[in-house]
């Protein structure tokens, strides 16, 4: 959320003051009998408040509302306007400060339990807020959006084992999001099988991950590194020609890995067809195989050399490097290849987090499956 500007913020704050003193003298019930008595704690919170002390002004209203149990609502909706600007140990006070009410009624309670384990994830202290999510998800009403949080808090710490569980439990009653989300987690479980040598634990879970989804990239590129490492030359091949036809977006990171596995004298072939492929589909994604090409130092490819120039013409500076170097295409080639090679070279479609490395799972805003090929060249 962009930042609200100090006058914007300053009105809603005033707006939520006299929300709150509508409930602390009833008024609208009755008004006219209220307007003769202002509370002097109110007039002296607006001082604060006018004079920019918003936590002095904070004081005096939490001690005001305390006083008064019609207020609750507005405590919810400034706890969630301090926590949505950022500051998260005054909507921390805000939500602390009502559950230490003996006399808050159940429901109240089991909002604000909710209130401050939200609290607690924005201010990244994510133990605390497991251990809340968990405590509030046994609220029926309060369920989903518990559990749903609890799920972000498990992917957040990668605990894949947990987050599967969460996302089963969401399932059972219909909140889960999509079924390629399960299929991730699978995946993941998959990797750090493979990583650790537990070749079945993870076949199984790849044909797990591939039962709630299918076709599925990421699972087939997993299935090619485990064939591959059997000796499946054939099986590891094919499954990564499948990935890459499914997803253009990872020919950067396994061009260079199926080019070895077709071998040199078959790689001419395969570039054909790649390019004759991605022709027919669409420019982007011929733009996509160009760039992986140059960078995995295959500008010389005699069947890319149309697709390099119909992807440079569309590009003013490209065009002009390749154009200008006619008579050492070699060395261009290699030149933007390498520039390419050390470009940032993917970047989150969801929040604009770029970098050098390919992620399923966006390190900055947690989406799945947003990383774009996007070549940022940094000149030295
Ligand atoms: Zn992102």
């Known amino acids: 959320m962009p ?7 300053s009105l809603i704050l005033a707006a939520l003051v006299i929300g709150i003193l ?10 006219p009998r209220a307007l003769g008595k202002l509370h002097p704690d109110y007039l002296t919170g607006l001082d604060y408040l006018v004079s920019e002390q918003p936590d002095r002004a904070l004081d005096m209203f939490l001690k005001l509302m305390d006083a008064n149990a019609d207020t609750i609502e507005t405590h919810f909706a400034l706890g969630a306007l301090y926590r949505r600007r950022g500051e998260v140990e005054r909507a921390i006070r805000i939500h602390q400060n009502l559950l230490a009410r003996e006399a808050l009624a159940p429901e109240h309670r089991e909002q604000a339990l909710l209130a401050l384990a939200q609290d607690y994830l924005r201010a990244g202290l994510l133990d605390r807020a497991e251990e809340l999510f968990l405590k509030v998800s046994e609220v029926p009403r309060l369920r989903v959006s518990a559990l749903s949080a609890l799920r972000g808090v498990y992917e957040r710490q990668h605990e894949w084992q947990q987050a599967l569980g969460t996302y089963r439990l969401l399932a ?3 909140a889960a999001p999509p079924k390629r989300v399960a299929a991730h987690y699978l995946c993941e479980l998959a990797a750090l099988a493979i990583e ?3 070749i079945d634990a993870a076949r199984s879970l790849l044909r797990q991950a591939r039962e709630e989804t299918s076709p599925f990239p990421r699972a087939a590129v997993l299935r090619a590194q485990i064939a591959e490492h059997a000796g499946d030359l054939e099986l590891a091949e094919r499954l990564l020609r499948a990935a890459l036809s499914e997803s253009p977006n990872l020919l950067q990171e396994e061009l260079p890995h199926l080019s070895r596995l077709v071998g040199a004298e078959r790689r001419d072939a395969l570039l054909a067809e790649l390019a004759a492929a991605a022709q027919v589909r669409d420019i982007g994604e011929l733009r996509q195989l160009v760039f992986a090409a140059v960078a995995a130092g295959m500008a010389q490819a005699a069947p890319l ?3 390099i120039e119909t992807v440079f013409a569309k590009d003013e500076t490209l065009r002009a490097v390749w154009q200008a170097g006619e008579a050492r295409l070699e060395r261009i080639g290699e030149e933007i290849g390498a520039l390419l090679a050390h470009a940032e070279r993917y970047r989150c479609s969801e929040c604009g987090f770029s970098g050098r490395s390919f992620y399923w799972h966006c390190p900055a805003c947690q989406s799945w499956e947003t990383f774009e090929t996007y070549a940022v060249v940094k000149l030295r």
């Open 3 to 9: 930042d609200l500007s100090l006058l914007a913020w």
């Open 22 to 31: 509508a409930g602390h003298f009833g008024w609208g019930k009755r008004w």
């Open 172 to 174: 059972r009653i219909k």
């Open 196 to 198: 650790r040598g537990a």
């Open 305 to 307: 050399r149309t697709a």
